[in-house]
């Protein structure tokens, strides 16, 4: 019903930044809540960001807050997080998830799909 894939990740510097991308197939993009997660080795999943279906309902962890911008482009089915000044802990698989009922929670167990996810390393 949902397939999200995500791109754009790769090899940056302490300082640097990048911009992720996810893709959604499927013509109930604009009712879906979309998050960010990343997950390093060894540790759990942790929130990044997320963004409900209206989008009036940003959110991002205190951690990333003012260096990420999670963003949605509708006619595109696609959300978009731009991280800069980044940080070598934030070293991890970054993965984007859907919620149907279209709230961008902080927990992974609110969202139904998810992609593949897409490798961030960031060099010191």
């Known amino acids: 019903q949902v397939q999200l894939v995500e791109s754009g990740g790769g090899l940056a510097q302490a300082g640097g930044s990048l911009r992720l991308s996810c893709a959604a197939s499927g013509r109930s993009f604009r009712q879906l809540g979309m998050g960010w997660f990343r997950q390093a080795p060894g540790k759990e999943r942790e929130f990044v960001a997320a963004?409900?279906?209206?989008?009036?309902?940003?959110d991002y962890a205190a951690s990333v807050k003012g260096r990420f911008t999670n963003s949605r482009d509708n006619a595109k089915n696609a959300v978009y997080l731009q991280m800069n000044s980044l940080k070598p802990e934030e070293t991890a698989v970054y993965y984007c998830a859907a919620d149907l009922n279209g709230w961008g929670s902080a927990r992974t167990t609110g969202y139904e799909y998810w992609g593949q996810g897409t490798q961030v390393t960031v060099s010191s």
């Open positions: 963004v409900s279906w209206s989008g009036s309902n940003p």
